[in-house]
């Protein structure tokens, strides 16, 4: 085959390296050379896309139920709340005991659905404040805690694995003026 012959099939025409006298089998060794590292430079990114589907895919499993659980938060609060305002005599009584201890265990088997969901729970009272899990409503006056320090919590934060889900409401300790 003579070179005019090898670059018709192979679609090129005269290039400057042809005006420079290079050997033809160079040029192909050149293009083999080439072909090869936009094989391997192909092969390098649908590795790298495959990665980060497999991630995704994970993160979706991981954290399918967010949007769930940010909404069954508010039960959650809610049935503290009414647990908290039950007073001492009515937890006594025999004729509301059976409601009391009824609430409660739906309060433990509420955590417990959390817990193997892993949606825990955000620490915050004598903590320092975290703005990356704690937003802080209001500064109280106090000589008892140092300032910036976590003193009151108004309503519960929670993470979903590694996630914030919700952020505790808290109230952050200040210097008395």
């Not at 305002?85 to 937890?91: F, G, K, L, S």
């Not at 975290?130 to 109280?140: C, R, S, V």
């Amino acid at each position: 085959m003579s070179e005019d012959e090898l670059k018709t099939e192979t679609g090129e025409t005269a290039s400057a390296e042809d005006a420079a006298g290079l050997d033809p089998l160079e040029l192909l060794r050149n293009e083999l050379e080439e072909a090869r590292q936009q094989v391997l430079y192909a092969q390098a990114e649908t590795q790298n896309v495959r990665r980060r589907l497999e991630k995704d895919a994970q993160d979706a499993r991981a954290y399918a139920a967010t949007s769930f659980a940010r909404d069954i938060l508010s039960v959650a609060d809610n049935l503290s709340r009414a647990l908290d305002v039950i007073p001492q005599a009515m937890r006594e009584d025999d004729a509301s005991k059976p409601l009391v201890v009824g609430l409660e265990a739906t309060q433990r088997e509420l955590m417990s659905v959390f817990e193997r969901n892993g949606i825990t729970r955000i620490a915050a009272v004598g903590l320092p404040l975290d703005p990356n899990q704690h937003q802080a409503m209001i500064e109280i006056p106090s000589n008892d805690a140092e300032p910036g320090t976590v003193i009151q919590e108004m309503q519960a934060g929670y993470m979903i694995k590694d996630r914030l889900l919700r952020p505790a409401m808290v109230g952050v300790a200040k210097k008395p003026d």
